[in-house]
């Protein structure tokens, strides 16, 4: 089981990057053991997050402490162990610092429903303004896990993103959705401000389509696939190869 995770923690790295969602040695991908839920592997510091290999990927307790592993550890570590321990329904977390988001956040304004990226974040997404600059202690972290809530992502202002996910796949969908949502938001306010909504009728539907494990699933093989076919001559790992045995259907009705 932990040999998976660290595979598919290696493959969101390459996925987030590809995104743009990479900053050179910075931002963090953070995945909880199943079997010992006070523990988690972590991308290292010093290395991008497409370098991750299974061998760099380091092993972090609940307080932050480094207990496997050779590589040094994030500073900013207090954000994924304190967003665990505060929810324990929650297996993975996201911190990176996509150029759009970072962008918006100093904007001051709320996201507001313009795109089927935005519905994803229908009920609101919070904004951590205590501090732009890192968290690097327990302290701080927590005020990052009680600022998210009950929420899968937030904007550190004038900083970055965190995402929280039940799985790998959902932390990496809500980042990639955020920033796009930003992003787009950013373009409407700087064409004089979006002044056209989500219907009010559509977006619970949007949202709840947006929202589905099986969409989660399949946009991150998606991106796995094409990372490889980029990289590696399209030499996929059988696991993410779109057949019907992978790809999850479970959301569509037959015919």
């Known amino acids: 089981m932990t040999d998976a995770l660290r595979e598919k923690l290696i493959e969101a790295g390459r996925v987030l990057v590809s995104e743009d969602q990479g900053d050179y040695v910075a931002g963090h991908i953070t995945v909880r053991l199943p079997d010992d839920p006070n523990r988690f592997l ?16 380091i092993t972090v307790n609940i307080e932050g402490e480094k207990v496997g592993g050779t590589m040094p550890r994030h500073n900013e570590v207090y954000i994924h162990s304190e967003v665990l321990r505060a929810r324990p329904d929650i297996q993975s977390v996201i911190h990176t610092h996509p150029a759009h988001a970072v962008a918006f956040s100093s904007l001051g304004v709320p996201l507001k429903p313009i795109s089927n990226d935005s519905v994803v974040f229908a009920e609101g997404v919070p904004v951590f303004s205590e501090t732009t600059d890192l968290i690097v202690d327990q302290a701080r972290g927590k005020a990052v896990a009680k600022c998210l809530g009950g929420h899968g992502a937030l904007l550190l202002r004038n900083h970055g993103i965190v995402t929280a996910g039940r799985t790998i796949e959902e932390a990496v ?7 796009k949502a930003c992003r787009l938001q950013l373009m409407a306010e700087t064409a004089g401000g979006p002044k056209l909504f989500v219907k009010d009728e559509d977006l619970k539907a949007k949202g709840q389509r947006a929202g ?9 093989n998606y991106l796995v696939r094409r990372w490889y076919c980029a990289h590696c001559n399209g030499d996929v790992p059988a696991q993410y190869r779109a057949t019907p045995e992978t790809i999850d259907a479970s959301g569509y009705k037959a015919g």
Do not use: Y
């Not at 972590?42 to 997050?49: D, N, P, Q």
């Not at 589905?212 to 991150?220: E, G, I, L, Q, Y």
């Open 42 to 57: 972590m991308k290292a510091a010093c290395i991008g997050l497409e370098e991750m290999t299974r061998d760099n990927i």
């Open 173 to 179: 969908f809500l980042a990639i959705k955020l920033e």
């Open 212 to 220: 589905r494990s099986d969409t989660r699933k399949n946009v991150f």
